[in-house]
């Protein structure tokens, strides 16, 4: 039997809307035994926790935390709940920019922490239709925002398969606001790509139109391989 692949401590997850993120970050973190970071997540966890670290706190028309906000946040959760110290971390969607992405690559390296990141490549045609077919649950994910994110299975009656109960179109999926989240991560994927691989940081772009054993093996292979070697070290 062959054993399981040794995951790198941190992986950075990265692809427009619709592209497979969720799907394949939770496959990473049931095959790698991986913890698993989203910043939406992590922000209404504070939030549900009475944390004063948003107070006063205001996003922008797409949803984002000001830059400053976002990197401290991510800072003290790197530091703190999720070290990449024994446990590897797979980061979700963030960095979100190149201001994001130096932060996040100084904080990883200064930690001696080995990263890959992955991007995985959509076309739009492919995100729309992904988008469309695509359900939530607010009974299953009480996003205290009112607005669930996460991918719920649907039954053959369009129910939740997991509680039965009424599943809502997820409100980022909206044609004008897909497209608009859409064009902001090709706007930043330069720059983020820059930061990333100036810090030696190995990328890895896997098509996520293929079958999604493929997408899946491509990327184990990009998370097994022996720790990355950076710039100056």
Not at 95 to 121: K, M, S
Request: proline share 8%; glycine share 6%; aromatic share 4%.
């Amino acid at each position: 039997m062959t054993s399981p692949p040794t995951l790198q401590l941190t992986v950075i997850l990265l692809g427009p809307p619709a592209s497979g993120k969720s799907t394949l970050s939770r496959q990473l973190v049931d095959r790698c035994n991986a913890r698993l970071f989203r910043l939406r997540e992590y922000v209404q966890s504070l939030s549900e926790a009475g944390s004063a670290a948003l107070d006063g706190t205001s996003r922008d028309s797409l949803g984002w935390l000001p830059d400053e906000v976002a990197i401290q946040l991510v800072h003290d959760a790197v530091s703190g709940p999720y070290r990449p110290a024994d446990t590897p971390v797979v980061f979700e969607g963030y960095p979100g920019n190149g201001l994001q992405a130096r932060h996040l690559a100084d904080l990883l390296i200064r930690l001696d922490t080995p990263v890959t990141a992955i991007h995985l490549r959509a076309d739009w045609p492919t995100a729309q239709q992904r988008a469309q077919l695509r359900w939530v649950c607010r009974h299953c994910e009480p996003a205290s925002t009112g607005h669930p994110h996460r991918p719920a299975q649907a039954t053959a009656t369009s129910a939740c398969a997991s509680c039965g109960n009424t599943l809502l179109k997820r409100q980022d999926d909206a044609p004008e606001r897909l497209l608009a989240r859409t064009q902001r991560f090709t706007t930043c994927l330069p720059e983020i790509y820059t930061a990333l691989t100036g810090h030696g940081i190995p990328w890895r772009t896997i098509d996520s139109r293929h079958p999604a054993d493929e997408v899946l093996s491509a990327a184990l292979d990009a998370v097994s391989t022996s720790p990355s070697t950076r710039s100056g070290q």
